[in-house]
């Protein structure tokens, strides 16, 4: 199908725009947040492929990769360096 909904879009802009605002809140930087949106289309990892959890997980588990264990292979990149741990 051709549907394709903005909401996971405007979510990363809504994070994006609190992390412009409080810069040592979050742990990621906003390279994440541009590695997320560069792959929501690419149709390279299978989190974004389906309407449903059920079909992503048979899609995820036998043909496709998540981008999240791409993110964890990569995490040093996505590191923010000005993040402070809340107390």
């Known amino acids: 199908s051709e549907e394709r909904s903005p909401i996971f879009l405007l979510w990363l802009d809504c994070i994006w725009q609190i ?6 809140v979050f742990e990621f930087n906003e390279r994440l947040l ?11 990892f299978g989190n974004f492929l389906s309407n449903c959890f059920l079909d992503r997980e048979k899609h995820l588990n036998t043909k496709s990769v998540s981008i999240w264990r791409w993110v964890e ?13 809340y107390k």
């Not at 992390?19 to 040592?24: A, D, I, L, T």
């Not at 995490?75 to 402070?84: C, I, R, S, T």
Request: charged share 15%.
């Open 73 to 85: 292979q990569n995490y040093a990149g996505f590191v923010n360096p000005h993040y402070e741990e």
């Open 19 to 24: 992390m412009r605002q409080f810069p040592s």
């Open 34 to 44: 541009l590695a997320l949106l560069d792959n929501l289309y690419s149709c390279r």
